[in-house]
């Protein structure tokens, strides 16, 4: 895969990469991105997400740059529990006019 820790660092910090896994002690995963939705300024996004429990979640996120870093950064997480995708999508774009206070047109 990548070899050493060192170089999966160095290879991070060279790079900006978004990581979500979260896996079960069974091997299995706890929850997975299944779409993203970003903002017209691409200062935002929302990650919906599929829990194990089939119910779903969404991820607000606002782009940063801080100390020469550029990053994504949390800014509400999984609160609400939807029950299904098109749920979640409403709520995800509720949420991007929420927070960008842009424009979203679908």
């Known amino acids: 895969m990548f070899g050493t820790c060192a ?3 160095n ?3 060279n790079n900006s990469y978004n990581i979500h896994i ?3 002690k069974d091997g299995e995963t706890m929850e997975q991105m299944i779409k993203e939705m ?3 300024s691409n200062q935002y996004k929302v990650q ?3 829990k194990r429990d089939r119910l779903y979640t969404t991820e607000v996120y606002m782009w940063q ?3 020469g870093y ?3 950064s949390p800014i509400k997480i999984g609160l609400s529990l939807i029950e299904t995708e098109e749920g979640a999508v409403i709520l995800a774009i509720e949420h991007l006019r929420e ?3 842009e424009i979203i047109i679908l």
């Open 38 to 40: 970003m903002s017209p």
């Open 11 to 13: 290879i991070l910090k």
């Open 65 to 67: 740059e801080d100390c």
């Open 22 to 24: 979260n896996i079960c």
């Open 48 to 50: 919906i997400i599929k």
């Open 70 to 72: 550029e990053f994504w």
């Open 7 to 9: 170089q999966l660092l």
């Open 99 to 101: 927070y960008s206070d």
